[in-house]
């Protein structure tokens, strides 16, 4: 119970800033992604941000032994870039850049009722369970 309202928090937590940076909206991405247009660099700004907090707090994670509500880390051991990895980022990129969502902000854009948004899940959850049917495993 204590790790299903720790993610809950998290999650909301996470939810709060993609509202309040409006990276849940579309328009956002894309036009981060018009560099030709009239280019929003506000993404940039985020993910910036973003990956500095993050760069702190995992070196200081990774210090501990384990994670306070489990039992180890689970981190990607793989370091190999393989064919696998580079079409699933391509594919990743292309879905993002056509429909500016891309999986976290869509589940929090899924409250506001956008019917395309509900689309853009279905897909993602087509692609996840077309990877396992395809490739025969399960993500990690």
């Known amino acids: 119970?204590?790790?299903?309202?720790?993610?809950?928090?998290?999650?909301?937590l996470?939810?709060?800033?993609l509202i309040v940076s409006q990276m849940s909206n579309p328009a956002r991405v894309i036009g981060f992604?018009?560099?030709?247009g009239r280019w929003d660099p506000s993404l940039a700004f985020v993910m910036a941000g973003a990956v500095?907090?993050?760069a702190l707090l995992y070196r200081a994670a990774l210090r501990r032994r384990a994670?306070?509500?489990?039992?180890r880390f689970f981190v990607p051991e793989s370091t190999q870039i393989d064919?696998?990895?580079?079409?699933g980022a391509?594919?990743?990129?292309v879905g993002w850049g056509l429909s500016g969502f891309c999986p976290g902000p869509a589940?929090?854009?899924a409250g506001f009722g956008d019917p395309r948004v509900w689309a853009f899940l279905a897909a993602v959850i087509a692609g996840m369970v077309i990877f396992r049917w395809v490739l025969g495993r399960k993500p990690d």
């Open 90 to 93: 391509a594919i990743f990129g």
């Open 52 to 54: 500095a907090v993050f």
């Open 33 to 36: 992604l018009d560099v030709a």
């Open 14 to 17: 996470f939810g709060i800033g």
């Open 83 to 87: 064919a696998n990895l580079v079409s």
């Open 67 to 71: 994670p306070l509500l489990d039992e």
């Open 1 to 12: 119970m204590k790790r299903a309202l720790v993610a809950f928090a998290c999650g909301l």
């Open 107 to 109: 589940v929090v854009s």
